[in-house]
């Protein structure tokens, strides 16, 4: 038995470095992704947005939500659909 791992440890070791190639590969393609949906977001927050000035924020976390007529934070989960009208008048 601890011969044959001897004897496939090169292969064993290629295939464990390999692997760990994909995956770094994997997360760097990951976050890749990951910054262009956020600079999309920001891109299309900015160009719906009438006055860049006038975000609309969630009023627990003050981040900014996802669209200008937004009623729910995707951040924090916040709701104020009940709301008569957000601050931001829309
Ligand atoms: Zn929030």
């Given at each position: 038995m601890e011969t044959v791992i001897e004897e496939r440890r090169p292969a064993i070791e290629a295939a464990i470095k390999e692997a760990e190639r994909d995956t770094i590969d994997a997360m760097a393609q990951h976050v890749q992704r990951l910054n262009e949906a956020y600079r999309r977001a920001g891109t299309r927050v900015l160009r719906e947005?009438?006055?860049?000035?006038?975000l609309n924020r969630?009023?627990?976390?003050?981040r900014i939500v996802?669209?200008?007529?937004?009623?729910?934070?995707?951040?924090?989960?916040?709701?104020?659909?009940?709301?008569?009208?957000?601050w931001t008048g829309l």
């Open positions: 947005t009438p006055d860049p000035a006038v969630c009023p627990r976390c003050e996802r669209t200008p007529r937004a009623r729910q934070c995707m951040w924090c989960f916040d709701d104020w659909h009940e709301a008569a009208t957000s």
